[in-house]
Nanobody, 121 residues
Framework: VQLVESGGGLVQPGGSLRLSCAAS????????MGWFRQAPGKEREGVAV????????DYAPFVHGRFDIFQDNTKTTVYLEKNDLKASDTAMYYC????????????????WGQGTQVTVS
């Protein structure tokens, strides 16, 4: 399984950004996939995950309806649409995948991408 993130960059407060995670490997089409982030000096935390079979999403409480996670019909790419961005959203964002329970609170996902930087300033 390989995960490749894209879409990060510099955005002003209140702006929007869409992150993409392209997944390869047949088994990943049945996995839970999602987004995590890590700011400097802080632990990695879950943002949003989606079950690729049921299309059910789970979000971290701090999202407050600002982000939306969804997948394409071919189940090869997962997106994170981010709106009303704040300076506190500045972090490296990682895509992850796993066959276990699909919860944003989990951190023990098996597969990880290299990350894409999001800076809100």
């Amino acid at each position: 399984v390989q995960l490749v993130e894209s879409g990060g960059g510099l955005v002003q407060p209140g702006g929007s950004l869409r992150l993409s995670c392209a997944a390869s490997g047949d088994s990943v089409k049945n996995y839970c996939m999602g987004w995590f982030r890590q700011a400097p000096g802080k632990e990695r935390e879950g943002v949003a995950v989606i079950s690729r079979n049921s299309n059910t999403a789970d979000y971290a409480p701090f999202v407050h309806g600002r982000f939306d996670i969804f997948q394409d019909n071919t189940k090869t790419t997962v997106y994170l649409e981010k709106n009303d961005l704040k300076a506190s959203d500045t972090a490296m964002y990682y895509c992850a995948a796993d066959s276990g329970f699909c919860l944003a609170a989990r951190r023990d996902y098996k597969y990880w991408g290299q990350g894409t930087q999001v800076t809100v300033s």
